[in-house]
């Protein structure tokens, strides 16, 4: 069974720009979660979609956004990107809105470097 | 507010002898806990949960863990470590007094096993 997969592996970007972010969650799975790495800030939570709609969201500024599928796939958008933006981002996926019980699984990441 | 902690950065054992990785938790209601493993440059591999039950809960490559309530503690924890054990450790809790979707990390502990 494939696991969750994030596309691109690397996105390099300038300041100011918009980056897009993608993700496919396992075969069955239709909540999609964002996190971020950045160094020295650990992981946070940014967006929760299931089922199509936006469920829960961290603490982060409205430039980041997001949307789900009706295929369960999701994208990230940053736009007017800052250089405190470079992180690993993370995707995971889990089965539905049944919550913190059931497990997220995590992709490999998007390490995005903005210059 | 609800968190996790890890109080220690490092831990260093040498192969063959037994590992420990501690967190504790500061959450209102039953919270959800669960370690996840980060080598470098990758994503989170999920370890192990604690929802209910038994408190020591066994999980991937050897780990286990002990639910402790009176001592809010979720200890990772591993007989014999191995050399490929080395990385970075993530402990997390999600629920809590509600479904928020999203997990709430400890700040990671590397783990260095040395030959």
């Known amino acids: 069974e494939a696991g969750v997969t994030q596309s691109p592996t690397h996105l390099i970007k300038t300041r100011g720009q918009q980056a897009t972010l993608r993700c496919s969650p396992i075969s069955g799975h239709t909540s999609v979660y964002w996190y971020q790495q950045a160094l020295g800030l650990g992981l946070q939570f940014l967006l929760w979609y299931d089922e199509g709609e936006e469920r829960n969201r961290g603490n982060f500024p409205p430039r980041f956004s997001g949307r789900q599928f009706p295929n369960y796939s999701s994208e990230l958008n940053v736009n007017a990107l800052e250089l405190e933006d470079s992180a690993l981002y993370l995707c995971?996926?889990?089965?539905?809105?049944?919550?913190?019980?059931?497990?997220?699984?995590f992709g490999p990441g998007t390490r995005l470097t903005v210059l | 507010a609800q968190s996790v902690a890890q109080p220690e950065d490092q831990v260093n054992v040498a192969e063959g002898n037994p590992l420990t990785v501690k967190c504790t938790y500061s959450v209102s209601g039953n919270p959800y806990l669960f370690w996840y493993v980060q080598y470098p440059n990758r994503g989170l591999q999920f370890l192990l949960k604690?929802?209910?039950?038994?408190?020591l809960v066994k999980g991937s490559y050897g780990f286990e863990a002990e639910f402790n309530k009176s001592q809010t503690s979720f200890h990772l924890k591993k007989p014999s470590a191995l050399v490929s054990d080395s990385a970075l450790y993530f402990c997390a809790f999600s629920g809590g007094s509600g479904n928020t979707g999203k997990l709430i990390f400890g700040q990671g502990t590397t783990l260095q096993v040395k030959p």
């Open positions: 995971a996926s889990s089965p539905g809105l049944a919550g913190g019980r059931h497990t997220q699984y």
């Open positions: 604690y929802i209910t039950g038994d408190n």
